[in-house]
């Protein structure tokens, strides 16, 4: 794909193919019903309204359905919206395929496979070796596919795991600069911290909280996976006890859903490693989007700052 | 023991066995050393100086040790103290019995036992009754020993039980009134809501907090029960999940130390019961020492208040 | 009625009668003018759009008239709405009665103040008593048919005497648990606490605050209430204090408008019944309509959050 | 008195009249009684401790009793102490008056009588007039003689009614510049605002909370006044609510202790006159105790802040 | 101009000159193009929607264009729009000025001139009153055009200006009340307090925050303007300090803005004196739009409070 | 010196020279003055009192003498002190040097000085490099001396620079990880942002504030410091503003002294970057005096929190 749909301006004209991401049928102050659909490519996702909502309608166009459109791209409150002057389902003819209109990680999952799987070969505590490879390997196909979140930061396919290997680098490197650190406990934690991800959320696209994650969330559900590792493993020990914690902590206050602050050095430092890599990734994507000498819209998960791009920005 | 140590008022004398609740030994402003005693009985406690800490002395009078002391009663600084005229270490002779030192829940073991397991009868789903049931079983012993907290309220020897025997008869009340309550959900969080407290704590006497308490906390340790309790006795289903939130929920709010917030209608309410039986518990033992046309002490749990009681009180 | 305008599903057709609850005029964007109107039977209430807004019609269609109607429900951007046909407003051979559209308390009026009036039989102390029998009957007819609120909960009519009479109970039954609980002070506090809404709202339907109810409140209201009944009856002493204090604290906390927090045991029971009533009320309402396995809408007044009813939920 | 007892530095000797403020029995490390005196004159106060407390002893050193005292100033980590020499109590002989030891007012109570009685007259409103007439008659003696406050700002005999006055004039120089500001209302605001505190408050010296204060507030108290005082004159009108929210907002927040927040503009004023006369008073006398160059103690109910005195001050 | 713009009610005819503020092209749910007009007399601002939004129309309507309008006052949701039937730039002819389209202070630039210089010349300290005259000197052409901010107070030409002079004339009074007041520190800490300003807005008309108003703030604009004004003076003492930190203390607390909250008497009175005289400008216009016996709207920057009119207001 | 004072136990002997930090005369309750005197080698420090006080024996032992001493170690309340039995100030012959009492940091000055020359040396922005170039040459001396704090944090000689060293090595492994950061302003935020600490700071040893650093503190200053530096270096551009601003926000919210939260990628780093060294430098030295299994002290600037070394820490 040439050009996302997000980079046209507004007045241009569209014709292209796109998925539905959700299609959601209203009715207009004078009662007819509609369809408003979000359309996306791998560059974002897009409005646009079809003014026919009959049954046969709706079905046709259910999300995840790939479609061609053609239209005119407009400015409606400050938001771009298509404009639709066509739209059908693509066909089998038209050779297109649901992986290509989903952001993905930009690294494979076997690249990323590869990376964890080294950093936990090298762990020297037996005990959170074994632990941490029995979970990874419990939840592999899911760990791989399922975002980070469902939006604010690394909310694309695979983000989870590409969040995890980002911060297993930057984990590398502080504990290079400060050697006090256990290297064990900080990979470890880590890997571990949003595992839970893969119950709390509903899948890879399309992305929902389930009631399980509603109800226990993430951080309660790995907090329990891990001690029943232990147990079917027949490990016992402090590393029990202090994964729990690591996992338990990594939001650093109690006001943040974590039940316990850190009260451990490298748990401390694993809510730093995670707070700093989200960070970066949200910053990278809104700046993306932003002119030097410009402001970046706010940014909600960032105390709702907007962010400036110096003109002498490379 | 006719008359309780704290019942003492300043300027009296005092001739009577106590026990040690702890001793610390201290250097005076001279160089000297002496040791601090806490002395109890079943009313409260005092503190007396013993002006020698001689090694003897200190493994002597060493902390669950019964004296027999003579000496006056003393206010220093607003609080009363005991200025020791006598004290040695009661003899066999005596006859004491430590458990005669230490101030316990008005209902016997059994009696509190009887109760409760009646409550777990009448429940109907056989899930949350068989999951409660076996996890009371498991902690028989120390559910029925344990204090509900190491200050505050409930701080005696078998207080976490009568802090539960009392909730249930509330919830008992409560769901009377509210008939669209589930009283199964609510009788076992009642049981369970505390009970990883007896992993939290080190015990019913000069009780401190575990490593795993500090770390984890009696609310995670008492979800991660729920989830292998289930596991072992082979049950699935919602009614795991939903006590699982129960127990981990019933702080409130994240700053109390709940992960998740109450969002199932008998967690609120357990919320409630809980806080409500907890706060006519350290009412109710702060109104006792105060006169009527009086204020309590500040009472720090309930945000520092002091209470007055009206002369017309009974 | 035999199904409530507010249980219909979208695409229903609907032919009934409803109340006109609010009736706005707004200009369209295309300038035309037309009424929103707010339909009600006592299952709740539904929005209509009028397009004709001519003076006759905004006359005839006056808040508090009921109407004939004849449309289709439709979802509109999530909320349900009321695609009118037709609509005419009721004659009086069609023989309705305003009393059958609005929702009101449980309990009739009568039933209400036999009960309230037994527990005040009760009271031992006779200045309480005088005090609470004066007000009461001061306000007779207004307490039993105001709301106890203008929305979030009991906020129908009569609504402020049933949120009182099931305060009662619960009081009652508490007060059985916790014998050094003053059930005189208790009964009193509940009686009068909101007692001073029938001077802070406007009247029982269509709800408002009066400018008195916004600038001093039904607390400092009802504060200065007891202190001229007292005056007026010649009673002096403590109650008198206690009995303002118990009311002026019920908020529990200076944030939530109570100058003072309770410093009575009373006081601050008085504060939890109030609380577990109002939420029992808002939770049974949000619940009613939510299917097992779903959540409810948010509800504001509990923290915003979202409750679940488990699928093994009666 | 040439030198006050706070104007003297470590080492210096002392020979002087002051009285007892207060007078605390305790224990020394060692066992024995001693007694901890609070002494005062106009300037401030000092401690001193007294190595005798036999019965005799403390009766002849009751809190109010004028001592004649010999001894030096030492500086007691960080505080000066006063090491008695000598001491007995005045004799008649002495000629001396308890008036003298006491801080009081920079203005008489005539003439600060004679001020507000002008701001009244100049009053046009007739109920407010009235009103405010009425109650500051009925709390002459005491509104004349009391303290605004047992600390903090104007903590001194006629405390209350300097504070009034200095508040009146800054309102006047207000409402010159703000000439939509209704006067009447604001000096009716500014004489009634804190006039509760003379039920509120023990009395003018030693001053504490009595129960009434503590439970009801002088802001609820005042208001309770207002109501029954425009019954007892027969005055009805909408100046009676908007006097009475006056006072109940006057502390500017529900957090400060204003169950409603200003919601006209002249309680609005009435809040910011308050504090600002009030900071006033505190930064004067925090600074004229310190030298150019330095920084003030920190003023607790200034935040906690201190305050640097430049060196070209005055 | 007879009758503002923000006068008619619902339902008038309309036939004036007006000045467009903003216009902003939008697209309608049908796809067609419309400007959004925001329409201003001195008396405030009224929106029309143009159903044609050319190129050409676009551009002949742009920002600050006096424009001719005929049409109808119509009230939308609560507020009140122009339904045009008739619109058209004003021509040289129609002899109309920008200036009397726009709202500005009650004083001539002139007469502020005028009365600060006055405050300025009776500075007795040299330091000061130098600093003080070389800012205003350099920004005097910004400074008496500027509004005080983008909107709640003083958002009118030359308000910076209007503001200035109303505090000075407060200042004046207070120190005539508080003569320990250092009145040349408190005149030119009036001054100086929102210099910043004229680099952190954009300038008197359509203002918006300059990039190096958002990114240092106009606090720390002016810090660094008094330093380098000091150097290229070459004065040197505790005055440049002490200026500095009065500037950089006025918003009274971290959480508003000021990296130091005041830790000079004058600067705390800054910070008051700011406050009252903002207050009195924002309640004075809500107050002037509210009937006696009425609410004005919510005022955001007070706390989103409502404040009642009473009936005997004049 | 083989063992440092803080590493005895209570009830060895002692035997060695060390350094007065501070010494502060005091009166014991009996009114005999004495000598508290705080003694530190470079592992810490230890009170001990020294029980005279005379004119000349405050002058010979003045903050910063270096005496030998001989007593025993005791613990009062839970502190060690030490029991004077011998103490002397020393004499030329025992050939002691200040430096050798002083804590300092891990790298020598030149070495420091030529890691951070190096970074600035690979800067490619020339206006970032001047400016930073021009203001640690200028403070070069001072830089290289001043701890980074008073306390908390980097509180030794050399802390500041020891305190940059480290967290440009950390910025240097972020910015290779993500390479959206721009390297220049992330190294001269880090080498600029705690500079006006040698003005806000009274000196390497026995540090306090300054009237400037309490007045107007140390992010202030420096905003000040660049933009002098580029007016004198003839620097404009867009740079100055940025470098004030990456300084101006790098406490990261208002209430932690920043008047702007971090607006720039790499200010929002560099908050992160300073607080991840400033943690663990304060990790690190805690968990020195803690042995496995145990908690350490609690920590005021995280949070109060007591951390745990985990019993298979290395």
């Known amino acids: 794909m040439d050009k996302g749909i997000t980079q046209y301006e507004a007045g241009e004209s569209v014709d292209c193919f796109l998925m539905i991401r959700s299609a959601v049928k209203s009715t207009a102050v004078n009662g007819n019903p509609y369809l408003t659909l979000m359309l996306q490519d791998t560059s974002g996702e897009i409005e646009a309204k079809l003014w026919d909502a009959k049954d046969e309608t709706v079905k046709m166009y259910a999300p995840q359905t790939i479609v061609k459109v053609a239209g005119e791209i407009q400015n409606y409150r400050g938001r771009m919206q298509l404009k639709l002057r066509q739209i059908r389902p693509a066909s089998p003819q038209d050779g297109m395929d649901a992986g290509d209109f989903v952001e993905t990680a930009p690294l494979s999952q076997e690249e990323m496979a590869d990376i964890i799987t080294q950093f936990i070969f090298e762990m020297k505590n037996p005990h959170i070796q074994r632990i941490t490879r029995f979970l990874l390997k419990k939840y592999h196909h899911e760990f791989l596919e399922y975002p980070a979140a469902t939006k604010n930061h690394h909310e694309f396919v695979s983000g989870l795991a590409y969040h995890v290997v980002s911060m297993l680098q930057l984990a590398k490197s ?8 256990d290297r064990d406990l900080l990979y470890a934690g880590v890997i571990l911290h949003d595992l839970g991800k893969v119950t709390e959320l509903s899948g890879p696209i399309a992305t929902t909280y389930t009631a399980e994650g509603n109800l226990i969330g993430h951080i309660s559900i790995m907090v329990n996976e891990i001690g029943q590792t232990a147990k079917e493993l027949g490990i016992e020990g402090e ?19 974590s039940p316990k602050p850190p009260m451990i050095k490298e748990a401390e430092m694993l ?14 994507r809104a ?19 907007s962010f400036y791009k110096p003109h002498f920005s490379k």
Chains 1, 2, 3, 4, 5, 6 share one sequence.
């Open 174 to 181: 502080i504990a290079d600069l400060y050697p006090t650190l």
């Open 287 to 305: 700046l993306e989007r932003t002119k030097p000498g410009e402001f970046t819209e706010r940014i909600f998960p960032l105390d709702n700052r």
């Open 239 to 257: 590393e029990v006890m202090v994964l729990q914690h690591i996992v338990l902590s990594h939001h650093g206050k109690a006001e943040w859903g």
């Open 271 to 284: 809510h730093y490693i995670d707070n700093l890599d989200a960070k970066m990734n949200m910053l990278d």
